[in-house]
């Protein structure tokens, strides 16, 4: 094996590494799993580099999977940047329409190469193809880049912070293999000079993004160590919990996460923690919510005109994902399960 398949190999590793660790993380907040995505769709991409003279044409089938590199990447800004709903439906349709002309393209590539076809459209086509996934990508490049410039000019210190970092080390990442590649001799690049630049890129990118991520993490926990709680901004921090969980019935979300309700009111997660406990005399941020739900799950259950309501149905309304959490938090709060407490409440009306 030569060099650039051993640092191909090598790049494969590295981000089959990272998407396991960040993937694992994917519970704490949305960015890890968004930047567990693009390194699982990288190391695709690369072993469909690594594979294209060994397997070939199967290692199309491999390329397949590598369908969310510049899309994943957008998607991790996102989630790194915007704290309310960062991922939404259109945005995963935007990167399915790249994904799926990635896909398409490489399915007409195999096609050819096991099949021998011969046809005048197959080609037009997939010159197509590749010039849409060349606009695409560098489009989504570029919003990758607008993440986070956008929130540079109006950036507390530390967020000024990680956005120059983020858009420093973005930059390097593009420039370096603009440079290294004009630098290259002509024929060089027309060799295994593109490959190399893609090894380059790709570890450059996926240190320093990770790195970010950490530096980003420690200097989140360093505010917390050195931040000391002020009564009123508990005060009004409490209120504002109350407002999002009650008076917007954000608790009848099934998935609903302490990490979604710091990040909307951009505050760590210990300090909704601690308002749990200390404002609101719960254990925890599920154990409020659920109360929440339990309390909304007794109107629903006593109410006469939802007496045909399957108990799963309540459950689903109240903020339950299924009918054993619901059935094990309602036992907790009301001593019952939800078919005893609605029959107690048919007894005392009659």
Request: glycine content about 4%; hydrophobic content about 50%.
């Amino acid at each position: 094996m030569d060099l650039l398949k051993i640092a191909q190999l090598v790049t494969v590793v590295l981000c089959l590494a990272f998407a396991i660790i960040h993937y694992r993380l994917r519970k704490t907040h949305v960015l890890h799993l968004a930047f567990a995505f693009f390194c699982a769709s990288s190391s695709m991409h690369i072993a469909y580099k690594l594979t294209d003279h060994y397997l070939s044409p199967y290692h199309h089938l491999i390329g397949i999977l590598g369908f969310a590199t510049c899309s994943g990447y957008w998607l991790f800004s996102r989630a790194f940047f915007r704290k309310a709903k960062p991922i939404n439906r259109h945005h995963l349709l935007f990167v399915g329409l790249l994904g799926a002309c990635l896909i398409l393209r490489h399915l007409l590539r195999f096609s050819e190469k096991m099949w021998l076809l011969d046809t005048n459209w197959l080609p037009v086509l997939i010159t197509v193809l590749s010039e849409a996934i060349a606009i695409f990508s560098s489009g989504m490049l570029i919003l990758a880049f607008w993440e986070g410039y956008r929130v540079l000019h109006n950036a507390t210190a530390i967020q000024h912070k990680i956005t120059t970092i983020y858009l420093s080390s973005f930059m390097i990442c593009i420039v370096s293999v603009m440079l290294v590649a004009a630098a290259l001799p002509t024929g060089f690049l027309a060799g295994t000079g593109r490959d190399w630049l893609v090894v380059f890129a790709y570890t450059l990118i996926l240190t320093s993004t990770h790195g970010l991520i950490r530096f980003r993490q420690q200097r989140l926990n360093l505010q917390e160590k050195n931040t000391e709680p002020n009564l009123e901004e508990e005060i009004t921090l409490a209120s504002q919990i109350q407002t999002l969980l009650v008076e917007e019935k954000r608790f009848l979300e099934s998935s609903l996460r302490v990490a979604d309700i710091a990040r909307e009111l951009d505050v760590p997660e210990y300090r909704i923690r601690a308002i749990m406990l200390n404002s609101f005399n719960a254990k925890n941020f599920n154990h409020y919510v659920n109360q929440m739900r339990i309390e909304y799950a007794k109107t629903l259950l006593s109410a006469p005109d939802k007496q045909d309501w399957p108990v799963l149905v309540v459950g689903i309304e109240s903020g339950f994902a299924s009918a054993a959490p619901f059935t094990r938090a309602f036992k907790e709060f009301a001593g019952c399960t939800p078919g005893q407490y609605r029959k107690q409440q048919l007894a005392t009306r009659s």
